[in-house]
């Protein structure tokens, strides 16, 4: 006699899963069917004991649970940080996060100022800023933890997914940010105390200041500013005004778009406010009047750089450079469409780097410069 699958009882199931004192799944048992041939009263003997085997290895399992288990530990999360691996460590770091300190080579370019030695000390300026900026993110993600399993993109983070376990956090932090700080003064004093008020601006903006409306925008075009200051330094290139306040608005027209797109996507969500932010979703039109109003101040200061006499002498004809103008006001229009419709799901520079769009602008852009060298 053979027993169906759907007979009641221990037997008749591929697997079962073993749910014990941690509250999640710590084995998967095999139970495979038996096939009998014998009597009714042989088929349940054997049932009988093969119920009996599964439930002491079922016990097994309820005592090493209670046994490996701390009070505020779940046995899923004990399995999960003890399988974190490279590639979850490598993106604690934020790498795609490097692309901003690309700035650090704009002093450099826009001087063109391209021989090897300058070139050298800007990667090493843009080295010491990707540690230093890593270490930061660690300790942020240290910090918005909770808020940032409350997320629904956040919670993949690997600090708040449970890839790593928080307590490696301190360590990590402080392996990149010691070797950007030796980078720092390798460089140059004036350059280690840039690096060092980038750091403590930015720790200043992880633990308080980011939920202060406005504040916080101003802070996040500060710290991109800093980055083209620290090339400057580095270097030893004198900064035109002009450079600096069209940095300042485009990129506060930038943190506005970043709120706008939080703001929406909190709206979305059926939520009033944007976690661990100072701003409601009432704030949204004004913070879509910053995003477009800096934009267009930026754009402005651009037409003024590029009638400026540095600009006049370092480019043969400088009027192509109007184009980049043109060019700018139509990507920093789009990216306030875009952050309003819902559609910007990361940073704006971040999503720069991965829209079409975006990269065709940059193109049209490079195109310019190069007409105005060689033209």
Known sequence: MRPSACDAGTLGFATRSIHQACG??????????????????????????????????ADTFAGFAATNCKSDQTMSEMTTTAAGSFKHYVEAFR?????????????????????????????????CFSLVASGVYVLNDLLDVSADR??????????????IPTAHGTWMAAGLI????????????????????????????????????????????GLYTIRIVAGGVATSIPLSVLLIAFSVFFFLSLAAVKRQSE??????????????????????????????GAGYVSVLVMTYYVNSPVVMELYPHPQMLWGICAVLLYWITRTVMVAHRGNMHDDPVIYAAKDRISQLCLVIILIFVAGGVLM
């Open 24 to 57: 999640s799944r710590v084995a998967n048992r095999a139970v495979q069917p038996q096939h009998f041939e014998a009597s009714p009263r042989l088929w349940r003997a054997e049932a009988n004991g093969a119920a009996a085997t599964f439930n002491r290895s």
């Open 178 to 221: 010691i070797p950007g700080g030796l980078i720092a003064m390798s460089i140059g004093w004036g350059f280690f105390l840039v690096v060092a008020g980038y750091f403590l601006v930015t720790a200043a903006y992880s633990l308080h200041l980011k939920r202060h409306i406005v504040i916080d925008i101003c802070i996040l075009a």
């Open 263 to 292: 703001l929406v996507d909190s709206a979305g969500r059926g939520r009033l406010r944007a976690g661990g932010r100072g701003y409601h979703v009432n704030d949204l039109p004004i913070i879509s009047m910053i995003a477009i």
């Open 150 to 163: 409350a997320h629904p993109r956040k919670r993949h983070r690997p600090f708040a997914s449970r890839n």
């Open 95 to 127: 790498p795609h996060q490097w692309l901003k300190n690309v700035l650090v080579f704009l002093p450099a370019l826009a001087a063109h100022r391209l021989d090897w030695p300058t070139l050298l000390i800007s990667l090493e300026a843009f080295v």
